[in-house]
């Protein structure tokens, strides 16, 4: 049976326009300069679907747009990319680039739930694109313009379904995304790597860096090691703990997930801890350790604004992949309820911890909580509410309340009973007999397909060009679901010829410019290179460059190693400290740090490779405080960067460059030094949106 495509322009829906605000605007560019911008902002009648559009002047317009879909949109989501800036300015990049830009609401109606119409998401998407183009073509007198759809993770779910399901655009450029079957299990299982492997991540994280033994579960317990080696399995990048392993702990959208799966499946939050089979079930098991279960008397009631004066923070990017979900948590703002007596214990879970009121005129009402502090409970980020106080100007003296993190760690191990009845999602094999048969217990839904959020699943079925941009050390959707897609491409198309996949490492799944320190780079450069590169695969004829070449081990990617076995578009380097990659010395011996970069075929030459000596947060000396600002803890990683004397070459048709830069330590201790790379298509070192990043490690050690 032949799928039917969705076309706007005769959805009934949507043929009601409005514009509410056309006017000129200014944005700041890259060179400091300002290019003035025609903004309009309306919806459709009848509908909560809103837009954006952002045109060029006249003369810079070429031909096309880009439509950027947020994971978690809110009621105002058109409105969020204007507050971006530099390298992270979307807009600017496309300006720049002769294109407009669109951002939609996509219908959402609230930031604390989402729409019951799933396939709204991408319709909508597809009438505003149609409705620009009318637009576009009586502003600039121009033919039908050509349109390109990306977005990461929840985003990468909504342009896939958008590429698969509608005529609205031509190409497709999605990235960091899942598999069917990702949420929420690559959330949870992420979760509980987090909690059953915290007093290690040091330890692995030394063993994987460079100059490390190699062997990860060296120094764990039986159930430590056990645990590592299945999150691997599942596709978790083990380097990837690199920001627990620095004292960073954050559980990502889990706490707005989880209603959803005690929702669907309230039984399993009673087998988990009764039931054959279960984590919890087990005596001794990491999950009956870390449950907290305590009934508390209420002494005090702190609302926000009734605490100490806290500094004020900048305002947090709310529709990239990794903050997006944030819009639907209500936040404590500095409340706090003060106990009689509070649970005690050197080792305290207390992620996701539940406060339940038992009695009083909040009885009933639950919040999250944030943390202990003295005989204080710290309120969290709650979901599903829109003003803490509400609850907590309810709860009285006296008043008896329950903590409990039950539901929290059950929720965690749900990946392991969710095993896909298609056995090519590898990553569940070990979880299966040699029959393809699970061996643990398995609940009746399986959830995953439920969680795209768009009323479809991927199948591959591209009604255009795509190419897939996806992070090697991804912490949240695993790498392996791009090469999943790539696979459901192959089948259902039955070939690759509009499909490409770029693979990066030393990328998480973050789209921000912040992710950028002496232990990552991000992907920023490339996913912008690849919606140049999609327009001119499409208006031009011009092939992209040829897929990253990469192997499958279960749940891992293995890339090549070398520029000419790996393809894609991202550089390659390699560090030495006096030609080792552990390097012993004296204090005050000189070092000598030499680096060599080179760019696959075709994807342009160095532009900077830049050096830093003494990494202020992943070294084994650095002493780094839980909690506070991310942004933050991002630039306390990045440390002092000095610039060596590029030397270019050139190789069987391969554009390189070389580098080195002394350095000497004059106190005793570990140390580790990075090198960094920057390529440009055109080689172009002011093409602030384009540099396509990388980095080498060294480990230096010192002796007195």
């Known amino acids: 049976m032949k799928k039917e495509i969705y076309d706007a322009r005769s959805d009934s829906e949507y043929q009601k326009p409005y514009i509410d605000v056309d006017e000129t605007r200014r944005r700041t560019m890259p060179d400091g300069s300002s290019m003035p911008y025609r903004y309009v902002h309306g919806g459709f009648q009848e509908t909560k679907v809103k837009f954006s559009f952002c045109f060029p002047p006249r003369e810079q317009y070429r031909g096309r747009f880009y439509q950027y879909l947020c994971p978690f949109p809110g009621p105002d989501e058109e409105l969020a990319s204007l507050e971006r800036k530099g390298e992270d300015d979307t807009i600017a990049f496309c300006l720049e680039n002769g294109a407009y830009f669109i951002e939609t609401n996509m219908g959402s109606a609230s930031a604390f739930g989402g729409n019951p119409d799933t396939k709204r998401v991408w319709k909508s998407s597809a009438a ?8 576009a073509m009586e502003y600039y007198g121009c033919k039908r313009p050509y349109g390109y759809v990306f977005g990461g993770s929840g985003g990468g779910y909504k342009t896939i379904a958008c590429i698969e399901n509608t005529n609205a655009w031509d190409g497709a450029c999605p990235y960091v995304i899942g598999s069917p079957y990702s949420l929420p299990n690559t959330i949870t299982m992420h979760v509980q790597g987090m909690r059953t492997l915290r007093h290690v991540f040091p330890k692995i994280i030394d063993a994987l860096d460079a100059g490390g033994s190699g062997d990860m579960y060296e120094g764990l317990t039986e159930e430590e090691a056990s645990m590592l080696k299945e999150l691997t399995l599942m ?9 627990e392993a620095a004292g960073r702990y954050d559980d990502g959208s889990l706490p707005v997930l989880l209603p959803g799966v005690k929702q669907a499946d309230p039984q399993y939050f009673q087998d988990f801890w009764e039931a054959e089979g279960y984590l919890g079930a087990e005596p001794g098991s990491s999950a009956r350790r870390d449950r907290l279960q305590f009934e508390g008397v209420v002494k005090a009631v702190h609302g926000s604004g009734q605490h100490d004066e806290q500094p004020e923070k900048e305002a947090e990017y709310s529709n990239g992949v990794d903050t997006a979900w944030k819009k639907q948590l209500a936040d404590g703002g500095g409340a706090w309820i003060e106990l009689e007596k509070v649970p005690k214990g050197e080792d305290l879970y207390l992620k996701g911890v539940s406060i339940t009121f038992r009695t009083g005129k909040a009885a009933g009402k639950q919040l999250l909580l944030g ?9 969290g980020m709650c979901f599903g509410m829109d003003d803490v106080n509400e609850v907590l100007a309810m709860v009285e003296p006296g008043d008896r309340l329950t903590l409990d993190n039950s539901d929290y760690i059950a929720v965690q191990s749900y990946y392991r009973h969710q095993v896909p009845p298609d056995t090519s999602f590898h990553a569940w094999d070990q979880f299966r007999d040699e029959n393809g048969k699970p061996t643990l217990p398995q609940r009746d839904k399986i959830m995953g397909p439920g969680f795209c959020g768009t009323g479809t699943v991927q199948e591959g079925t591209i009604q255009g060009k795509v190419i897939l ?21 192959r089948r259902t198309k039955g070939s690759e010829d509009d499909f490409r996949i770029y693979y990066y490492e030393r990328c998480l799944h973050g789209d921000v410019s912040a992710l950028d320190t002496n232990m990552i780079v991000n992907y920023l450069g490339g996913l912008r290179q690849a919606l140049l590169d999609i327009s001119d695969w499409v208006e031009r004829g011009i092939e992209p460059a040829p897929s990253s070449r990469y192997q499958m081990d279960g749940g891992s990617v293995r890339i090549a190693g070398t520029a000419e076995e790996r393809g894609g578009l991202q550089p390659v380097i390699r560090l030495t400290a006096n030609g080792e990659v552990c390097a012993h010395v004296k204090t005050g011996e000189m070092v000598m740090l030499e680096a060599s970069a080179k760019v696959p075929e075709g994807a342009g030459e160095v532009t900077e490779i830049l050096f830093s000596v003494s990494d202020p947060m992943f070294g ?14 991002l630039e306390q990683g990045r440390g002092e960067r000095m610039a060596g004397i590029l030397h270019p070459f050139e190789e069987d048709g391969r554009k390189g460059a070389v580098s080195d830069f002394q350095t000497s330590y004059d106190r005793p201790g570990t140390y580790f030094a990075t090198a ?15 540099q396509v990043k990388n980095l080498a490690r060294v480990r230096i050690v010192v002796e007195g």
């Open 371 to 379: 943390d202990i502090v003295g005989n204080g409970l710290t309120i």
């Open 676 to 690: 960094f790379v920057k390529s440009e298509r055109y080689g172009r070192k002011d093409a602030l949106f384009t």
């Open 128 to 135: 505003a694109a149609e409705y620009s183009r009318t637009l």
């Open 469 to 489: 941009t996806q992070a090697l050390m991804d912490e949240s959707t695993c790498p392996w679901c791009g090469d999943w897609y790539r696979s459901a491409v």
């Open 235 to 243: 596709g978790v990048p083990p380097l990837a703990w690199f920001m």
């Open 620 to 633: 084994t000396c650095a002493v780094v405080e839980k909690g506070g600002d991310s942004q933050a803890f």
